[in-house]
């Protein structure tokens, strides 16, 4: 039987089927599956060697911390767990223009100016460009190894004089090419091979060894995803556009925490650190003003303060609009139905438009009750009062839920100056103490019907 000489690969996540289709079945991207040759494994034609005995040892034995170089910017060492690790590969993904090249030439500038080895490997910008955005960032000086490089080969020879360097970056993956693979850059197939190579080289010396990738909706390029099981570390740098601030996010990390976020803000003389994020979301909330509530969340280890804001309009006929920017469309239908059956909040004729101010996306079902309160402030017209935060989650029932961190998220709140705070009702059973900070006024709520009359007019009738 005839072998078939090239096979066919999803361009987002990496699935190979033996058959071209319109959509992966794998990860149900339209349109990202493309025909590739198979690639001859080196192993199959060369004669094959006997294998060499492998080395079982017993879990106990001397575990050194692996050695880390800080970069010197407190908000990306957060998320990376304490700093570079040597020897280790991470991936700092996100959209094109979002940030990544900053980022991590500020990053590479930090270590090299430490007096630490380091080489920037750019191969989606010239040498000129890389310099231009150098001296834009006040960073010229640092004494940076810049390369304008695209074939893996060359760049392997090279980075084999260079093992003892801290730091090296290469931006991005997706223009790596390596040439004994025939496909274009930027397929699975060459990220693939080319992000192997690279770490191989990474893991045989002792740097830490920093990946771009873009991400791409429409997948025309291969996504970071189908590297992510390859790396140590994976960071997504995210943001709107439309937003100065940037929040680099760790969604996988062997030497540290996930769930840990740095947040930045771009300005014009590159990424700034934020090291107070709740009075940057907060900065622009006007007091006293019907359906806006302030959130007291919790971005991986760090209570963020964010505003929720809520706007109701009459619907003028058909199926009521729900929009939602930095929530969950979802959470947000579920929350609209038990503040329709538990606290008889009629909505089912009003368009609801839920926003959580500065563009922060969050993700926490703590936030329940804050919307929750964000809508019944705009339902009954009556502003929340200007010194509350709000966290708890609401179940079905309209019960409100415990959340973890009450404590961290009280601190924080106290910290910016509020003066109260609505959570969950403590059980009775529950043995620990709230240590709440001094001067805030605590009001437990245990059931959303309990929150609605706090907004709602004398009579006890919503609107
Ligand atoms: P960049 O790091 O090139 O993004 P990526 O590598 O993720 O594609 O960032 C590009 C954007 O950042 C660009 O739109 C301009 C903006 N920017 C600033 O606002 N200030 C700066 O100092 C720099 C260097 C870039
Ligand atoms: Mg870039």
Redesign the pocket.
Known sequence: MAKPVSRFVCQSCGAVTPKWAGSCATCGEWNTIEEEPIPVRPGSAAKAQPGRRVAFVGLAGSAEPPPRAPTGIAELDRVLGGGLVAASVGLVG????????????QAAAQLARAGRRVLYISG??SIEQVRL?AR??GVADAPIELAAAVNVRDIAASLEQAKDAALVVV??IQTMWLDAIDSAPGTVAQVRACAFELIRLAKSGSFALVL?G?VTKDGAIAGPRVLEHMVDAVLY?EGD?GHQFRILRAVKNRFGATDEIGVFE??????AEVANPSALFLAERRGNVAGSAVFAGLEGTRPVLVEVQALLAPNAGGSPRRSVIGWDGGRLAMLLAVLETRAGVRLNMTDVYLNIAGGLRVNEPAADLAVAAAIASAAFEKPASAGMVYFGEVGLSGEVRQVAQAEARLKEAAKLGFLEASLPRRLAHGNRRLAAPDGLRLEEIGHIADLVARFAPESGKPA
Do not use: A, N, Y
């Open positions: 996100g959209d094109p223009g979002i940030g990544k090249s900053t980022l991590l030439l989606e910008e955005r834009r960032l931006d991005s771009v873009h740098f556009r771009m300005t014009d003389r590159g990424l």
